[in-house]
């Protein structure tokens, strides 16, 4: 299908949890490595199968779209900012995530107006413009062959000066965080992307192809940095080490389910959300016992040293009235 689209394809998923699934099946090790590789948009593959032979796609490319419940996310987040496989730099490939949350929307209230007929046809007209749009002469050497737009002088200067700051916010602000680091990074790509998107959706039908605009870039920045408001929220798990896990942990004591005496151990077990292993737990009890809710005492128990949690006198008293 894709040798036929030299354009690409849309994989669109209503559940991207059972996308990410299908990988874990056994046969299909490679997907992972597959869908690495078709994200760039520029790299050749070739595909080879005995009795089929030889089948070259000159610029793999796939674009994802889909949504997906915070809890089968976590998951996937955890994995991602780890040190297992997970930690391939697959999530932080899925650059327009928007994670909202309760606070985002205010009460629900019944629809007063009718939909915005003139915006859809609108939209509509764009995606028809740039289905049958006529691509321009591909570029220099440096493109492969790939058809491609400049800046103009001016979105030139600022996307210089733009890319500046990003450059050095990725060598001192985000240097302990390392999985937050490489989805920033790859805003290198997604601003001059999104700049080139809007510029093509604005370009008048049957207008020949200029330089992008700084109109163009400008959107393209602030779309950029609101997207990386919501990434920190995916990521914060990484940047805020230990916050989520410790407020769930703090819920699971005032409802009785962590009681006085149990192990980090007997927690983890259970693989309650944001305490599924160890390195969760210890940081959240860590954060909690910072605040006094809670304090580790170690017992020798003739076989090597045991803690166990010892819950503050308050909280075991609401649990037990």
Known sequence: MLSENPRGLLICRDELAGWLRTME??????????YLEAWNGTGGFNVDRIGRGSTRIPALTLSLCGGIQPGKLERYISEAIGEGEGADGLLQRVQLLVWPDD??????E???EWPDKAANTRAWEVYRRLSVIELPESGDGESQGIPALHFDS??????TAWRSELETRLRIETVHTP????????YRS?????ALIYYLAELPAGSPFGEITIGALKKALALSEFLETHARKVFAAELNPGLESAFQLSQKIKSGAVVDGCTVRDIYRHEWTGLRNARETYAAVEILEQYGWLRIETQDTGRGAKGTLSIHPELRANQSG
């Open 25 to 34: 099946k056994a046969g299909r090790e490679a997907d992972r490595e597959f």
């Open 103 to 108: 606070s985002s929307f205010p009460e629900w």
């Open 110 to 112: 019944a629809s007063q």
């Open 154 to 159: 001016e979105a030139q200067e600022l996307h």
């Open 179 to 186: 999985a937050f680091e490489a989805h920033l990074s790859k």
């Open 190 to 194: 997604l601003a001059p992307a999104l």
